[in-house]
T-cell receptor
């Protein structure tokens, strides 16, 4: 099946810093999503981005499907940004989302 | 975004009993729903695909007799953990997407259920 790797696994930043999270996948994808899992376990949809670039406030994402990677940018980090960020992909002909390994982000005041 | 509601949020049960978890799509119909399991500090692992009106499809290594899935309507799927044991303790999360079968589209997730078996 498709493999999804995220980097870095852990990231600790001071409040106000910017960060880039990466998601690499091993095959062509039909769908790619970024999620933020909060401390209570809820998965919050950030972006539905099988290709191209999107922005939502301090967050933006870019997927380069031909090179099989996606990037999530977080600017001016806040403590509420802390949590685990997952990317998840769906391969062609496969209705299932495969989750990446996750990046645990900790923002220090 | 679409709303997927999962209930209960947490449950503690005795070893040997069964627990039912409900997953509802509140503002759209979902022909397909998905059940995931997450252990502490790990990623989400797909357990099974729940198909409305037909049998669920289980991932390799998932015991279908232990994890019973029923998708009786276009807005409700249930996961029953039968004869639960402490090793079944985990965080269970469901998801649904707006796409028709064969076209998944954006997925939305329930709040998750934290199961503790004592």
């Amino acid at each position: 099946g498709i493999q999804v790797e995220q980097s870095p696994p852990d990231l600790i930043l001071q409040e106000g810093a910017n960060s880039t999270l990466r998601c690499n996948f091993s095959d062509s994808v039909n769908n790619l999503q970024w999620f933020h899992q909060n401390p209570w376990g809820q998965l919050i949809n950030l972006f539905y981005i099988p290709s191209g670039t999107k922005q939502n406030g301090r967050l933006s994402a870019t997927t380069v499907a031909t090179e099989r990677y996606s990037l999530l940018y977080i600017s001016s980090s806040q403590t509420t940004d802390s949590g685990v960020y997952f990317c998840a992909v769906e391969g062609f002909g496969n209705e299932k989302l495969t989750f990446g390994t996750g990046t645990r982000l900790t923002i220090i005041p | 975004g679409a709303v997927v509601s999962q209930h209960p949020s947490w449950v503690i049960c005795k070893s040997g009993t069964s627990v039912k978890i409900e997953c509802r799509s509140l503002d759209f119909q979902a022909t397909t729903m998905f059940w995931y399991r997450q252990f502490p500090k790990q990623s989400l692992m797909l357990m099974a695909t729940s198909n409305e009106g037909s049998k669920a499809t289980y991932e390799q290594g998932v015991e279908k007799d232990k994890f019973l899935i029923n998708h009786a309507s276009l807005t409700l799927s249930t996961l029953t953990v039968t004869s639960a044991h402490p090793e079944d303790s985990s965080f269970y999360i469901c998801s649904a997407g707006r796409g028709v079968r064969g076209s998944y589209a954006e997925a939305f997730f329930g709040q998750g259920t934290r199961l503790t078996v004592v």
